[in-house]
């Protein structure tokens, strides 16, 4: 009953604001040449390098087990050029989480042969005879819906955002 709610609620919700944003984003869209000061290669170098941070995050997790060590290594010399690029922190923040989490959860290779093999462990031990490559079969998918998400965060949402915020002012 409350799951309905929530969704019925959250439907609702989205129902009233997507109008809104998608009028706001055609019309400053539609002016994209009269004094807006993010330009195409801009666009694409933000892209280009999440699309490497979540590459490098991944090769965290599987080449080079070092996990999280990179980010202060590789991050704090970047910060002028996300600052100089315009950079929504919260594209950098879903490139990392995405490397550092779908690499274990979908590929049972490095860390994520330790998880899944905890993951079959406990589902043998509370009587379902799973193995890990099982595990591995199903968790693909949820690395797919991962990627979605990235893709959808980083080359929509936050450059849409970006464009808005310089519009704006």
Request: aromatic residues 10%.
């Amino acid at each position: 009953m409350a799951l309905t709610q929530f969704a019925a609620s959250h439907r609702l919700l989205m129902d009233m604001v997507y109008p809104y944003v998608t009028r706001m984003a055609q019309s400053y869209l539609a002016d994209w040449n009269s004094g807006i000061s993010v330009c195409l290669w801009q666009i694409l170098l933000i892209w280009m390098l999440m699309l490497i941070l979540a590459g490098v995050a991944c090769l965290s997790q599987n080449l080079v087990p070092v996990h999280i060590t990179f980010i202060p290594i590789l991050i704090p010399p970047m910060l002028s050029l996300f600052n100089e690029l315009k950079i929504d922190r919260r594209a950098t923040a879903c490139s990392l989480a995405f490397g550092l989490k779908a690499p274990y959860i979908s590929i049972p290779f490095g860390f994520g042969a330790i998880f899944m093999g905890i993951i079959a462990d406990n589902m043998t031990t509370n009587g379902m005879e799973i193995t890990v490559g099982e595990v591995a079969k199903y968790n693909w998918l949820l690395g797919a819906c991962m990627l979605v998400g990235l893709l959808l965060a980083v080359f929509v949402g936050f450059v849409i955002m970006m464009v808005l915020d310089v519009a704006l002012g």
